[in-house]
């Protein structure tokens, strides 16, 4: 999304309107939150209008302790800067001049039911799941083992065959046919389904099934951080294929690069036991067991020895 309204965060994290009840329709664009402390005090420089203010028990403390005129000229400041809403946590009581204010320049005073802490990182993971910039993949994305796997491949490739045998053998859903990809972080990729898609799967032949009525709602889970990416393609007798996983592979999402690994589709390989060994594999490797690696030092330290144990 590029914006979310001042009235969906307010319901989806079940804020208190208190005033500025004109505001609920202006639009939030930015994922940080910001704590107005410094600006309680008349410094501004650093002020960022665009993110919305969670206003504290400390930060309210601070404010009671100015001058009187002192404080309503800041924060009349602060509601002139037009902030997409101001948010009080719950141990916090609204002064009188934010309800005026709220009305006065149409801008959301809102109360949470939850202490600074919990607000904040509720808020904070709320925008960044609705604000992130997100790019659509085809391909279908399982949890193979605790793998967030994404494959891919060319139409018709056998990908979600692939994934439905992979479901049958105990493995999870996440989104088929089309995933969406958001970075949360550098480092921290984060795949989903588009509502519409939800449990739903493409079979050719079949058509779409849904996958919990199907295998039971074991077999589909909302999101998974992505981990690797395989990508099917036709067996290529003129291509050469890494034979000992010694070749990494990545790829890149926004900033974020992701192990590859390609393989090749013939015949008579069940595909869907390579896809979940590779993803097996590569979750050995994040836990610092590198089979390839062991079995090349093994192999050079008995060649060392001249082929004798």
Known sequence: MDYITIEKIMEDNK?????????LNRHCVEDMIARPGLEFSGF?????PKRMLLVSSK????????????????????????????????????PEMFKKFGDEYGICVLKSNLRTTPTSSKLYNYLQEHLAETVSIHGTFLDINGMGTLIIGKSGIGKSETSL???????????????????KEPGNLIGTAPKILKRYMEIRGIGIVD?????????????????????????????????????????????????????????????SLLVESAAMNEKLKLLGHFAAMDFISKVDAKAKKGGKE
């Open 15 to 23: 804020l208190e309107l208190i005033s500025g009840a004109e505001g």
């Open 44 to 48: 501004f420089d650093y002020f960022d």
């Open 59 to 94: 930060d309210a403390s601070f404010l009671s302790q100015l001058d009187p005129e002192v404080a309503e000229k800041n924060v009349r400041r602060i509601f002139e800067e037009k902030p997409p809403c101001i948010v009080f946590s719950l141990k916090v009581q609204v």
């Open 165 to 183: 045998d992979l479901i049958k053998r105990g493995h999870q859903l996440i989104a088929d046919d089309l995933v969406e990809i958001m970075e």
């Open 211 to 271: 996958v919990v009525t199907m295998f039971g709602a074991g077999a589909y889970r909302d999101r998974k951080n992505l981990r690797l990416v395989v990508e099917l393609e036709a067996w290529d007798d003129d291509k050469y294929y890494d034979r000992l996983g010694l070749e990494e592979q990545k790829i890149k999402y926004f900033n974020t690069e992701i192990t590859k690994i390609t393989i090749p589709v013939l015949p008579g390989r069940t595909v």
